[in-house]
Nanobody
């Protein structure tokens, strides 16, 4: 059974930090590109960040989070994380962990978790 289980969301003040984690199972994690996607209330999904499969994993970021968010993966533990710093109210959203097990763009995915809520508010 494929599972992507996110954790680490919560309420944080503007300027604060959170670390999201995703535990993956049920597919070949090391061969999958991994991403984080978010969806704010009333808006469509927004790709946030992705990291390639393979030993020389390269990270990619949406312009809206570049310089504030850092994605990383641990293939041995089949986990992917998103370190989020200097959070802004506009970062408020449901954050999903996503996997792409097929050839394609880093922004594409065919697997997605249930999400973890991030709320940035004073």
């Amino acid at each position: 059974e494929v599972q992507l289980v996110e954790s680490g969301g919560g309420l944080v003040q503007p300027g604060g930090s959170l670390r999201l984690s995703c535990a993956a199972s049920g597919f070949t994690f090391g061969s999958a590109d991994m991403s984080w996607v978010r969806q704010a209330p009333g808006k469509g999904p927004e790709w946030v960040s992705g990291i390639n499969s393979g030993g020389g994993a390269r990270a990619y970021y949406a312009d809206s989070v570049k310089g504030r968010f850092t994605i990383s993966r641990e293939n041995a533990n089949t986990t992917v994380s998103l370190e989020m710093n200097n959070l802004k109210p506009e970062d408020t959203a449901l954050y999903y962990c996503a996997a792409n097990t097929r050839p394609g763009s880093i922004e594409e995915s065919d697997l997605r978790g249930q999400g973890t809520q991030v709320t940035v508010s004073s």
